[in-house]
T-cell receptor, first 112, second 116 residues
Framework: LAKTTQPISMDSYEGQEVNITCSHN???????ITWYQQFPSQGPRFIIQ???TKVTNEVASLFIPADRKSSTLSLPRVSLSDTAVYYC?????????????FGTGTRLLVSP | GAVVSQHPSWVICKSGTSVKIECRSL??????MFWYRQFPKQSLMLMAT?????????EQGVEKDKFLINHASLTLSTLTVTSAHPEDSSFYIC????????????FGPGTRLLVL
């Protein structure tokens, strides 16, 4: 299982764009990159998933360089409600077991 | 779509009692479900993988006789904490993988367990 490394914490202000980078040097060919958001006392919520290049949905964008050894979650114009812990995970999609190993995550604090 | 529920959302029990936590996939079938434990200010730790119709697979260091897992149907997995002790107090979270879409896991809201 590929291990991920993220900054422990980040600070931002409302309205700014936030980019959280995750390092996964040992990512395997069949691994996808998935980001989750977790608020206190809640289960993680799926944000976005990708394999390569760029993926965008209504809440975030995910940038993955060609070597796939890192990825960047981009949150446009954050608000106070985006204060949460963000987890980057890598895992194989097409097997019966899709075991995800959570790292420390990045604690994002958005201030007024 | 892709909603996972847990019941109860929180439970307080006396030391020595057993507690059952249910995890349900509401709008999809899940042949595989996962159980995690999370202590305050820490990340999620995978406890076991629950497979419908077969025995669960436990992570190293997790006592299978202490944490009983049953996955009797494609939409329900249960975790029973047997003879609970204060050190078992934690936030227990389940997740489910949609059998029809090999994409990702969807997480339940979690169950807060406090053992007195």
């Amino acid at each position: 299982l590929a291990k991920t490394t993220q900054p422990i914490s980040m600070d931002s202000y409302e309205g700014q764009e936030v980019n959280i980078t995750c390092s996964h040097n040992n990512i395997a060919t069949n691994d996808y990159i998935t980001w989750y958001q977790q608020f206190p006392s809640q289960g993680p919520r799926f944000i976005i998933q990708g394999y390569k290049t760029k993926v965008t949905n209504e809440v975030a964008s995910l940038f993955i360089p060609a070597d796939r050894k890192s990825s960047t979650l981009s949150l446009p114009r954050v608000s106070l409600s985006d204060t949460a812990v963000y987890y980057c995970l890598v895992g194989e999609m097409n097997t019966g077991f899709q075991k995800l190993v959570f790292g420390t995550g990045t604690r994002l604090l958005v201030s007024p | 779509g892709a909603v996972v529920s847990q019941h109860p959302s929180w439970v307080i029990c006396k030391s020595g009692t057993s507690v059952k936590i249910e995890c349900r996939s509401l709008d999809f079938q899940a042949t595989t479900m996962f159980w995690y434990r999370q202590f305050p200010k820490q990340s999620l730790m995978l406890m076991a993988t629950s497979n419908e119709g077969s025995k669960a697979t436990y992570e190293q260091g997790v006592e299978k006789d202490k944490f009983l897992i049953n996955h009797a149907s494609l939409t329900l997995s249960t975790l029973t904490v047997t003879s609970a002790h204060p050190e078992d107090s934690s936030f227990y979270i389940c997740s489910a993988r949609d059998s029809g879409r090999a994409e990702t896991q969807y997480f339940g809201p979690g169950t807060r367990l406090l053992v007195l």
